[in-house]
Protein backbone atom coordinates (compact mmCIF):
# COMPACT_ATOMS: atom_id res chain seq x y z
CA UNK A 1 0.00 0.00 0.00
CA UNK A 2 1.63 3.28 -1.30
CA UNK A 3 0.62 6.15 1.20
CA UNK A 4 1.54 9.14 0.06
CA UNK A 5 1.37 13.31 0.39
CA UNK A 6 0.51 15.77 -2.22
CA UNK A 7 0.28 19.55 -2.32
CA UNK A 8 -3.16 20.83 -3.17
CA UNK A 9 -3.91 24.39 -3.46
CA UNK A 10 -7.39 26.28 -4.54
CA UNK A 11 -6.86 28.65 -6.52
CA UNK A 12 -7.91 32.80 -6.67
CA UNK A 13 -10.78 31.23 -9.11
CA UNK A 14 -11.79 28.95 -5.97
CA UNK A 15 -11.36 31.00 -3.06
CA UNK A 16 -13.47 33.66 -4.83
CA UNK A 17 -16.03 31.33 -5.41
CA UNK A 18 -16.61 30.14 -2.17
CA UNK A 19 -15.55 26.46 -3.30
CA UNK A 20 -12.93 25.69 0.05
CA UNK A 21 -15.72 24.06 1.73
CA UNK A 22 -17.12 21.67 -1.34
CA UNK A 23 -14.05 20.73 -2.63
CA UNK A 24 -11.68 19.77 1.23
CA UNK A 25 -15.26 17.88 1.59
CA UNK A 26 -14.82 15.94 -1.31
CA UNK A 27 -11.41 15.15 -0.42
CA UNK A 28 -12.60 14.17 3.11
CA UNK A 29 -15.22 12.03 1.85
CA UNK A 30 -13.12 9.74 -0.21
CA UNK A 31 -10.89 8.89 2.66
CA UNK A 32 -7.43 11.48 2.18
CA UNK A 33 -6.46 12.93 5.32
CA UNK A 34 -5.76 16.47 5.53
CA UNK A 35 -2.46 16.98 7.45
CA UNK A 36 -1.77 20.80 6.58
CA UNK A 37 -3.87 23.85 5.47
CA UNK A 38 -3.12 27.64 5.23
CA UNK A 39 -4.64 30.44 3.26
CA UNK A 40 -2.49 32.74 2.25
CA UNK A 41 -1.36 35.52 -0.77
CA UNK A 42 1.44 33.82 -2.84
CA UNK A 43 4.41 36.24 -3.69
CA UNK A 44 5.67 36.06 -7.18
CA UNK A 45 8.67 34.18 -5.97
CA UNK A 46 7.00 31.39 -4.66
CA UNK A 47 4.68 31.24 -7.36
CA UNK A 48 7.59 31.02 -10.19
CA UNK A 49 9.53 28.51 -7.90
CA UNK A 50 5.95 26.20 -8.25
CA UNK A 51 5.33 26.33 -12.02
CA UNK A 52 9.32 26.35 -12.41
CA UNK A 53 8.91 23.81 -14.94
CA UNK A 54 6.80 25.94 -16.97
CA UNK A 55 8.64 28.98 -17.60
CA UNK A 56 9.19 28.96 -21.23
CA UNK A 57 5.92 28.23 -21.98
CA UNK A 58 4.05 31.69 -23.27
CA UNK A 59 1.28 31.58 -20.66
CA UNK A 60 3.91 31.30 -17.85
CA UNK A 61 3.37 35.29 -16.88
CA UNK A 62 -0.11 35.14 -16.77
CA UNK A 63 -0.23 32.16 -14.83
CA UNK A 64 1.95 33.47 -12.29
CA UNK A 65 -0.28 37.03 -12.31
CA UNK A 66 -3.13 34.82 -11.68
CA UNK A 67 -1.74 33.09 -8.59
CA UNK A 68 -0.31 36.00 -7.20
CA UNK A 69 -3.77 37.87 -7.99
CA UNK A 70 -5.19 37.15 -4.47
CA UNK A 71 -5.21 34.86 -1.84
CA UNK A 72 -5.40 30.92 -2.39
CA UNK A 73 -5.79 27.87 0.04
CA UNK A 74 -2.82 25.46 -0.21
CA UNK A 75 -3.05 22.23 1.14
CA UNK A 76 -1.02 19.10 1.94
CA UNK A 77 -3.23 15.64 1.72
CA UNK A 78 -2.08 11.92 3.03
CA UNK A 79 -3.64 9.21 1.70
CA UNK A 80 -3.24 5.30 -0.40
CA UNK A 81 -2.23 6.85 -3.90
CA UNK A 82 -3.25 9.95 -2.72
CA UNK A 83 -1.04 11.88 -5.74
CA UNK A 84 -2.98 10.11 -8.41
CA UNK A 85 -6.65 9.95 -6.20
CA UNK A 86 -6.09 14.05 -6.21
CA UNK A 87 -5.26 14.34 -10.13
CA UNK A 88 -8.61 12.10 -11.03
CA UNK A 89 -10.58 14.27 -9.17
CA UNK A 90 -9.51 17.19 -10.22
CA UNK A 91 -10.36 16.35 -13.58
CA UNK A 92 -8.32 17.33 -16.77
CA UNK A 93 -6.15 20.56 -17.17
CA UNK A 94 -8.69 22.47 -19.21
CA UNK A 95 -12.45 21.98 -17.84
CA UNK A 96 -13.77 21.36 -21.33
CA UNK A 97 -12.32 18.10 -21.42
CA UNK A 98 -12.78 17.24 -17.32
CA UNK A 99 -16.04 14.73 -16.94
CA UNK A 100 -18.62 15.84 -14.76
CA UNK A 101 -18.28 14.39 -11.01
CA UNK A 102 -14.72 16.01 -11.29
CA UNK A 103 -13.94 19.15 -9.80
CA UNK A 104 -12.95 20.99 -12.69
CA UNK A 105 -15.36 19.27 -14.60
CA UNK A 106 -18.09 20.39 -12.03
CA UNK A 107 -17.22 23.84 -11.50
CA UNK A 108 -14.65 25.39 -13.83
CA UNK A 109 -14.82 27.04 -18.02
CA UNK A 110 -11.40 28.13 -18.80
CA UNK A 111 -8.10 26.54 -18.52
CA UNK A 112 -6.36 29.76 -17.38
CA UNK A 113 -8.76 29.62 -13.66
CA UNK A 114 -9.68 26.25 -13.20
CA UNK A 115 -9.99 26.42 -9.63
CA UNK A 116 -7.64 23.76 -8.18
CA UNK A 117 -3.84 22.35 -8.33
CA UNK A 118 -2.11 18.75 -7.33
CA UNK A 119 0.91 17.51 -7.45
CA UNK A 120 1.56 15.53 -10.69
CA UNK A 121 4.29 13.03 -9.05
CA UNK A 122 5.35 11.88 -5.72
CA UNK A 123 8.56 13.91 -6.68
CA UNK A 124 6.78 16.86 -7.28
CA UNK A 125 4.66 16.68 -4.19
CA UNK A 126 7.78 16.17 -1.56
CA UNK A 127 9.18 19.34 -3.79
CA UNK A 128 6.25 21.17 -3.81
CA UNK A 129 5.62 20.46 0.07
CA UNK A 130 9.24 22.00 0.71
CA UNK A 131 8.30 24.78 -1.11
CA UNK A 132 4.66 25.76 0.59
CA UNK A 133 4.87 24.35 4.28
CA UNK A 134 8.14 24.80 6.68
CA UNK A 135 9.23 21.20 7.84
CA UNK A 136 7.45 21.70 11.45
CA UNK A 137 4.37 22.73 10.53
CA UNK A 138 3.27 18.88 8.83
CA UNK A 139 3.24 16.73 12.20
CA UNK A 140 -0.33 15.56 11.79
CA UNK A 141 -0.98 11.88 10.40
CA UNK A 142 -3.23 9.57 9.75
CA UNK A 143 -1.69 7.68 12.21
CA UNK A 144 -2.01 10.07 14.74
CA UNK A 145 -5.92 9.68 14.84
CA UNK A 146 -6.32 8.68 18.94
CA UNK A 147 -9.63 10.24 19.67
CA UNK A 148 -12.04 8.72 17.25
CA UNK A 149 -13.53 5.98 19.18
P1 LIG B 1 -1.72 22.49 -12.22
O1 LIG B 1 -0.22 22.35 -12.35
O2 LIG B 1 -2.16 23.91 -11.95
O3 LIG B 1 -2.27 21.49 -11.24
O4 LIG B 1 -2.41 22.08 -13.60
P2 LIG B 1 -2.09 20.85 -14.52
O5 LIG B 1 -1.00 20.01 -13.91
O6 LIG B 1 -3.38 20.19 -14.81
O7 LIG B 1 -1.57 21.55 -15.83
P3 LIG B 1 -0.10 22.08 -16.20
O8 LIG B 1 0.23 21.57 -17.55
O9 LIG B 1 0.85 21.82 -15.07
O10 LIG B 1 -0.34 23.64 -16.34
C1 LIG B 1 -0.31 24.49 -15.21
C2 LIG B 1 -1.42 25.51 -15.31
O11 LIG B 1 -1.11 26.41 -16.36
C3 LIG B 1 -2.30 26.87 -16.95
N1 LIG B 1 -2.26 26.61 -18.38
N2 LIG B 1 -2.65 27.48 -19.24
N3 LIG B 1 -3.24 28.81 -21.66
C4 LIG B 1 -2.80 27.56 -21.70
O12 LIG B 1 -2.66 26.96 -22.73
C5 LIG B 1 -2.48 26.92 -20.45
N4 LIG B 1 -1.98 25.70 -20.30
C6 LIG B 1 -1.84 25.51 -18.99
C7 LIG B 1 -3.45 26.11 -16.35
O13 LIG B 1 -4.10 26.95 -15.40
C8 LIG B 1 -2.78 24.95 -15.67
O14 LIG B 1 -3.52 24.51 -14.55
MG1 LIG C 1 0.83 20.82 -13.27
Known amino acids: MA ?24 FEKK ?11 VDSKTAEAHYAEH ?15 SPVFAMVWEGENA ?17 PGTIRGDFGLSIGMNIIHGSDSVENANREIGLWFAENTLTY ?9
Open 3 to 26: IEKTFVMIKPDGVQRGLIGEIVGR
Open 31 to 41: GLKLVAAKLLA
Open 55 to 69: KERPFFGELVSFITS
Open 83 to 99: VSVVRSMMGKTNPVDSA
Open 141 to 149: SKSGDVWIQ
